[in-house]
């Protein structure tokens, strides 16, 4: 499967965004669909994980983004999507979505993602 990131720019605090992922060559029904994100400096970070249907199709958050960020899937456009509400300047990252096949024990973490879209600039500044 290969994944396309859009949708990300320059916001400011207290705004919101959504994220899209568009995937081609698989039905995303066959994959998690998680979102990462990389700040500068840092360690790229787990955000946001929806399970493949016949894990039970759960969505996991990030303690820092929980209550705000949503994940969701649309199986008919083959498309994972991440709606930012409530956009901090913490928030600001390159956001990567990327796809798995693992146990669902292994969603959180990037090891565990082959498939990787090639990351969308979000920045929160005012």
């Known amino acids: 499967v290969q994944l396309q990131a859009s949708g990300g720019g320059l916001v400011q605090p207290g705004d919101s965004l959504r994220l899209s992922c568009a995937a081609t060559g698989r039905s995303i029904r066959s994959y998690h669909l998680a979102w990462f994100r990389q700040a500068p400096g840092k360690e790229r970070e787990f955000v946001a994980v929806?399970?493949?249907?016949?894990?039970?199709?759960?969505?996991n958050y990030a303690d820092s983004v929980k209550g705000r960020f949503t994940i969701s899937r649309d199986n008919a456009k083959n498309t994972v999507y991440l709606q930012m509400n409530s956009l901090r300047p913490v928030d600001t990252a390159v956001y990567f979505c990327a796809a798995s096949s693992v146990a669902l024990s292994g969603r959180y973490s990037e090891s565990n993602y082959p498939y990787w879209g090639q990351g969308t600039q979000v920045t929160v500044s005012s």
């Open positions: 929806s399970t493949r249907p016949g894990s039970g199709g759960t969505t």
